[in-house]
């Protein structure tokens, strides 16, 4: 588990995603964001040293118009995404968006100096929902397999699940939201996130 969140990280830090043409190619626009994104890590000094509040600030600005956060939730929550109201749901969405980008913002500051190899896009001219593979080396490590679901909507490439080393971050999250639904139903689930939230703020506070 460990393992996972650690290359979870390194995922997220080479998809906080620049402006990007909205009919870019999925593999196009993986590619282009990810070698765009290592600059910028590379030549902020501040994200190197920890900055978490700008970390922060850049994740809000370039990730989040390229992630389908409401899909991703509803594929987290599972079969009780139905059973909360209309208020819960946003609710969910608001607190797990919250959860992904302060992990996201943890991850630039962890960059290091991974090297990216870009898989040959397997897919039909008119698919709509594809997988964007690629491989994450870094020395005196194993290779690690990270793949980006994405789908097209009307405003173009949308991720909605980042797959590493085999291992669904959204099926990954079900477990635990399961858990906390069983012991104090949605509400509860909405409370944990939030906690959880306020735990990374002031651990980002004090970094």
């Known amino acids: ?3 996972f969140f650690s290359c979870i990280l390194v995922a997220a ?6 402006a990007v043409a909205a009919d870019s ?9 990810t070698n765009d994104v290592l600059t910028i890590v590379r030549q902020d000094k ?10 922060v600030d850049l994740v ?3 990730v989040l118009p390229h992630f389908n956060f409401r899909r991703m939730t509803i594929l987290a929550v599972g079969r009780d995404w139905r059973s909360a109201t209309p208020e819960q749901q946003r609710l969910l969405i608001d607190s797990f ?10 991850a630039l500051t962890q960059y290091k100096n991974q090297q990216i190899d870009f898989k040959p896009l397997r897919a039909a001219p008119g698919d709509s929902d594809v997988i964007v593979r ?14 980006y679901s994405l789908e097209k909507n009307t405003d173009g490439w949308k991720v909605y699940d980042v797959v590493v080393a085999g291992v669904s971050l959204v099926t990954n999250y079900r477990g635990t939201f399961s858990q906390e639904i ?15 939230n306020r735990q990374l703020e002031q651990a980002g506070a004090k970094a």
């Open 97 to 106: 968006k919250t959860l992904l980008v302060r992990t996201y913002s943890n």
């Open 134 to 147: 690629t491989e994450v080396r870094q020395p005196g490590a194993t290779p690690v397999q990270i793949d």
């Open 46 to 55: 501040e994200i190197q040293a920890g900055n978490t509040r700008k970390a």
């Open 182 to 196: 069983r012991s104090g139903g949605i509400d509860g689930l909405i409370k944990a996130l939030e906690e959880k």
């Open 60 to 62: 809000e600005e370039k």
């Open 13 to 18: 830090s080479l998809f906080s995603l620049p």
């Open 25 to 33: 190619a999925p593999d196009e626009l993986v590619k282009t964001v």
């Open 1 to 3: 588990m460990k393992r």
